[in-house]
């Protein structure tokens, strides 16, 4: 009797951190606890270094002799073409490799922007806004640019403009959100600069994800604005833990991922690599799984009364 395979999964984070996504965890928790393979989660090393290399040591990988590799979230073009050296199946998750012939599973953001252009379009909404994740590189390279949007939400922004395609509607500049408490109370100052230049508010402001759509509200109603009554409010989201998931006290309308899916499809694509009815040197399989939309009350038919 074949023992079940030995799968490493490969975290960007520190391994006993998975808190946004939990629910991912899980199902390959249960596969092991089904015997269906023997598990091992390896993370980054905790130094000193106030930015430690993102994901474990590779050399730690090499000494663990594993089956396959489950990717999760690691980015890093040469980590990923040193992990596809090695000769064993592998499968990212939350990210899609470039160059090396790696299969992945995504969130579609192209999806559930172009969804969310669509509607907000269909219910007479004329002017968005779209709140964007901007992170700041270091260290950089001298002249270049140190503020970079989040791949994720320019995909979601893409989308949300290809949704908007023919319609009147029209798109304010993005707004660049940097989630740092150092740069909070900047923040604030810009978003309400942006509007008050205006003279009103957007119809419809869309953010990048939950935790920025809800400080985004609280700047609003500092400003004495009224969500869904003076604009709409929608946001991208995926719950940490989706068995226990609870809905914040005050819900945000929002387009909604599930991590079990993700990683049920990734499960999928690595069999049929480590069973070999897809071989290793095949060309990589791309999954992308849309959203749904949960309505949370913020966004208003503005074509009604």
């Known amino acids: 009797m074949n023992a079940p395979p030995r799968i490493a ?19 390959f928790r249960t596969l092991e606890r089904n015997g269906e393979i023997r598990l091992q989660i390896l993370g980054r090393t905790k130094t000193r270094d106030p930015q430690p290399e993102i994901g474990p040591p590779i050399e730690v990988v090499t000494s663990g002799h594993f089956d396959g590799y489950i990717n999760l979230g690691i980015w890093k073009a040469d980590y990923l073409a040193d992990l596809y050296r090695l000769g064993r199946p592998i499968v990212s998750l939350d990210y899609q490799p470039h160059g090396v012939p790696v299969d992945a599973v995504t969130f579609s953001g192209q999806h559930a922007g172009s969804y969310v252009g669509k509607m907000l379009a269909d219910t007479g909404h004329k002017e968005i806004l779209f709140v964007s994740q901007f992170h700041r590189q270091r260290p950089t390279p001298e002249a270049a640019e140190t503020l970079v949007e989040d791949p994720t939400s320019s995909d979601r922004r893409l989308g949300l403009l290809i949704g908007l395609v023919g319609s009147p509607v029209l798109f304010w500049s993005t707004f660049p959100w940097i989630f740092e408490d150092a740069e909070l109370p900047n923040m604030n100052r810009r978003l309400r600069k942006m509007i008050e230049t205006r003279g009103h508010p957007p119809s419809a402001i869309v953010c990048h994800d939950t935790r920025i759509a809800e400080k985004v509200r609280d ?48 499960w999928e694509l690595l069999q049929d690599r480590l069973a070999g009815t897809v ?27």
Request: aromatic letters at 12%; one cysteine or more; glycine letters at 6%.
């Open 279 to 305: 071989k290793l040197d095949a060309p990589q399989r791309h999954i992308e799984l849309p959203a749904r939309y949960v309505d949370g009350g913020t966004v208003r038919n503005r074509k009604l009364p």
């Open 219 to 266: 700047i609003l109603e500092e400003m004495h604005l009224k969500v869904p009554q003076d604009l709409s409010l929608i946001t991208f989201f995926a719950p940490g833990k989706e068995t226990g998931y609870r809905p914040p006290a005050r819900p945000i309308s929002e387009m909604r991922y599930t991590w079990r899916d993700m990683a049920d499809a990734g």
């Open 9 to 27: 999964l490969l975290y960007w984070s520190y391994a006993d951190d998975f808190a946004y996504c939990a629910d991912l965890l899980e199902f």
